[in-house]
Antibody
Framework: DVQLVESGGGLVQPGGSLRLSCAASGFTFSSFGMNWVRQAPGKGLEWVSYISTLGATINYAESVKGRFTISRGNAKNSLYLQMNSLRDEDTAVYYC???????????WGQGTLVTVSS | QSMLTQPPSVSGAPGQRVTISCTGS?????????VHWYQQLPGTAPKLLISGNNNRPSGVPDRFSGSKSGTSASLAISGLQADDEADYYC???????????FGGGTKLTVL
């Protein structure tokens, strides 16, 4: 079965950094593009970033561009999100999501909570 | 702010049919990108409900159906059941964003 398990969330002060990880299993990780999607408390879903199968194509939402860096380790079946210069408005549950064949998020992790607060 | 527009809430009695609209623009739905729908139960991750405008993944009941026309899409739920109460999100690709775009979400209440 496809599984995505996020880790690395926690409480961080404004201006701080955090690195999220997403461990993938049950499928050929290197064959799928991957995304990070976040959800602020009580709010809707917001796309954060995308990375293609070999990392050649990377895109970011304007709200995180220049502060967040997505990467992947295909040998380790893992997806990462390095988050720097964190702001209060980055507080959210962060999900990793596999991109399916027609651009859908066909599998999601359970999410990891990032809280930015002093 | 969301680039796809959904009604904040819809409601219906058990057994009834409801529809949820999703309106986009010429840079996403109108640019012929597919629309996908997700169901999110309280405290859980979103789950894919409809992919590619009108395709149900394995295990999704045929009470759920999707359609797309022009710059809009719709999710229809027939034979409403109590456990359909959830938040529903539409999603597409936006070429100006070069990434996914989501609707703001619609809360379905089963009366």
């Amino acid at each position: 079965d496809v599984q995505l398990v996020e880790s690395g969330g926690g409480l961080v002060q404004p201006g701080g950094s955090l690195r999220l990880s997403c461990a993938a299993s049950g499928f050929t990780f290197s064959s799928f593009g991957m995304n990070w999607v976040r959800q602020a408390p009580g709010k809707g879903l917001e796309w954060v970033s995308y990375i293609s199968t070999l990392g050649a194509t990377i895109n970011y939402a304007e709200s995180v561009k220049g502060r967040f860096t997505i990467s992947r380790g295909n040998a380790k079946n893992s997806l990462y999100l390095q988050m720097n210069s964190l702001r209060d408005e980055d507080t959210a549950v962060y999900y990793c999501a596999r991109e399916g064949y027609v651009g859908e998020a066909d599998y999601w992790g359970q999410g990891t909570l990032v809280t930015v607060s002093s | 702010q969301s680039m796809l527009t959904q009604p904040p809430s819809v409601s219906g009695a058990p057994g009834q049919r409801v529809t949820i609209s999703c309106t986009g623009s010429s840079s996403n739905i109108g640019a012929d990108f597919d629309v996908h729908w997700y169901q999110q139960l309280p405290g859980t991750a979103p789950k894919l409900l409809i992919s590619g405008n009108n395709n149900r993944p394995s295990g999704v009941p045929d009470r759920f159906s999707g359609s797309k026309s022009g710059t809009s899409a719709s999710l229809a739920i027939s034979g409403l059941q109590a456990d359909d109460e959830a938040d529903y999100y539409c999603q597409s690709y936006d070429r100006s964003l070069s990434g996914w775009v989501f609707g703001g979400g619609t809360k379905l209440t089963v009366l």
